[in-house]
C-alpha cells in the first residue's frame, strides 16, 4: 500500500455556492448607507446569520442591536435580510426612525401570500423552525391564521377550523426533501390542503442543495462553511449526510477544522451557505491544500444569475426631514 502522503487527495468544490441575490442586496445596503450616511448605522438582528460579515460591518461602523427600541430616536436602522413583521415597522415608525428595509425579496413575497390568504380567511400552516427570524416575521403577518409546523412530529398537533380552506407556505431555507415529506404528511391528515402559488424555499436554498448532493456522492467527507444560526447552511450538512458523506461538518472558517477529520479521506466535498463570503471558501482551500489536499476541481450542477435591486430607501435622501 502507498503511504497516506502519497495518495491523491482531492477537493471537489460544489457551484453554487455562497452568497447568494438577496445576502448579497443586504450586505451592499448595509455598506451602502454607511458610505451615504456615515457610522453609526443601526441594524436591527444580524444582517445575514453569518458571523464574519458582522464583524466585517461592525468594524466598519455598524451597530447591530436586537431590537429597536435600542436604536436613539432619528437614526437610520436597517432591517435584516431575514424580514420583520408589520409590528416591528410600526414601532420603528413610533420611534421616528429611519428605517432601510433589507428584506429579501423572496421573503417578502410569503409575506404577501401569508397576507392574501390570511385576508381570504383560510388557516396557514407555515412549515419552519421555531424561533428563526424569518419565522417570527411572516408570522406576524397574520398571527391569527398561522400555526407552525416545525418538523414530521408537529404534524400531529395541527388543528384546523376549516380542512377545506387551509394552504402551507414554508420558511425560505428549508431541506426540499424534508419538506416534501412534511407535506405528504399533511396531506395524509388535510387531503384538501392547497400548495402555495409557487416555491416558496427560494433557488439559492434549492440550487444549493442540488449541488451539495452531487459532491456527496463522491466524498467521504464533506464541509460545508456557515455559521451555526444559519438555516440554510445548516440544511446543506444534513442534505450531505443524506446523499452519501460519510461525514459532514459545519465551520465558520478554516480554523474549526479538525485534523482527524480527514484520516483516511481521499476526496473531500466543501460548500458554503447562502451568507458566507467567499474568502472563507479560499481559506478552508488554502487550510486542506497545506494538508496534501491539493487538487481542486469545481463540480457545478446548477448555473446562477439572479441579482435583486438595492432596497428603495437607498435611492432617496435618508436625511431629509421625516413629513
Ligand atoms: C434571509 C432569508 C433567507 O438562517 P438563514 O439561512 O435563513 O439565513 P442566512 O442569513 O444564513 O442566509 C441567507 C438568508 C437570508 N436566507
Ligand atoms: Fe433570499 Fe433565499 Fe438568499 S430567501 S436571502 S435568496 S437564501
Request: glycine fraction near 6%; hydrophobic fraction near 40%; charged fraction near 30%.
Given at each position: 500500500m502507498e503511504p497516506e502522503?502519497?495518495?491523491?487527495?482531492r477537493v471537489?468544490?460544489?457551484?453554487?455556492?455562497?452568497?447568494?441575490?438577496?445576502?448579497?442586496?443586504?450586505?451592499?445596503?448595509?455598506?451602502?448607507?454607511?458610505?451615504?450616511?456615515?457610522?453609526?448605522?443601526?441594524?436591527?438582528?444580524?444582517?445575514?446569520?453569518?458571523?464574519?460579515?458582522?464583524?466585517?460591518?461592525?468594524?466598519?461602523?455598524?451597530?447591530?442591536?436586537?431590537?429597536?427600541?435600542?436604536?436613539?430616536?432619528?437614526?437610520?436602522?436597517?432591517?435584516s435580510a431575514h424580514g420583520v413583521s408589520?409590528?416591528?415597522?410600526?414601532?420603528?415608525?413610533?420611534?421616528?426612525?429611519?428605517?432601510?428595509d433589507a428584506t429579501c425579496p423572496l421573503v417578502t413575497k410569503v409575506h404577501n401570500e401569508a397576507k392574501r390568504f390570511a385576508n381570504q380567511d383560510y388557516d396557514i400552516l407555515l412549515i419552519g423552525h421555531e424561533g428563526h427570524e424569518e419565522v417570527e416575521g411572516t408570522s406576524g403577518e397574520a398571527p391569527d391564521h398561522i400555526q407552525l409546523v416545525d418538523g414530521l412530529d408537529s404534524v400531529g398537533q395541527v388543528r384546523v377550523k376549516d380542512p377545506a380552506k387551509l394552504v402551507?407556505?414554508?420558511?425560505?431555507?428549508?431541506?426540499?426533501?424534508?419538506?416534501?415529506?412534511?407535506?405528504?404528511?399533511?396531506?395524509?391528515r388535510f387531503p384538501s390542503l392547497i400548495d402555495p402559488p409557487s416555491d416558496d424555499i427560494c433557488y439559492a436554498t434549492q440550487n444549493r442543495q442540488v449541488a451539495v448532493k452531487e459532491i456527496a456522492a463522491l466524498a467521504q467527507l464533506v464541509i460545508v462553511v456557515g455559521s451555526d444560526n444559519s438555516s440554510n447552511s445548516k440544511r446543506l450538512v444534513e442534505v450531505a449526510k443524506e446523499n452519501g458523506a460519510d461525514a459532514a461538518h459545519l465551520?465558520?472558517?478554516?480554523?474549526?477544522?479538525?485534523?482527524?477529520?480527514?484520516?483516511?479521506?481521499?476526496?473531500?466535498?466543501?460548500?458554503?451557505?447562502?451568507?458566507?463570503?467567499?474568502?472563507?471558501v479560499d481559506e478552508v482551500l488554502a487550510h486542506l491544500a497545506a494538508r496534501g489536499f491539493g487538487?481542486?476541481?469545481?463540480?457545478?450542477?446548477?448555473?446562477?444569475?439572479?441579482?435583486?435591486?438595492?432596497p428603495h430607501e437607498l435611492r432617496k435622501d435618508l436625511r431629509a426631514p421625516v413629513r
Open positions: 502522503s502519497r495518495t491523491p487527495r471537489l468544490v460544489a457551484k453554487p455556492r455562497g452568497y447568494c441575490a438577496g445576502v448579497d442586496r443586504a450586505v451592499v445596503a448595509v455598506e451602502k448607507a454607511l458610505e451615504q450616511y456615515g457610522a453609526p448605522i443601526y441594524v436591527r438582528k444580524q444582517i445575514v446569520h453569518n458571523t464574519h460579515v458582522v464583524k466585517t460591518l461592525e468594524a466598519r461602523g455598524a451597530v447591530f442591536v436586537e431590537e429597536t427600541d435600542e436604536v436613539p430616536e432619528g437614526e437610520i436602522v436597517v432591517f408589520p409590528a416591528v415597522h410600526g414601532e420603528a415608525e413610533e420611534r421616528g426612525l429611519r428605517t432601510i402551507w407556505l414554508s420558511q425560505t431555507t428549508l431541506s426540499v426533501d424534508e419538506t416534501t415529506e412534511t407535506v405528504a404528511r399533511l396531506k395524509e465551520v465558520d472558517n478554516a480554523s474549526f477544522i479538525e485534523d482527524e477529520w480527514l484520516e483516511g479521506v481521499t476526496t473531500v466535498g466543501l460548500t458554503s451557505g447562502a451568507s458566507v463570503p467567499e474568502e472563507l487538487e481542486v476541481e469545481q463540480v457545478e450542477s446548477v448555473q446562477e444569475s439572479m441579482r435583486f435591486a438595492l
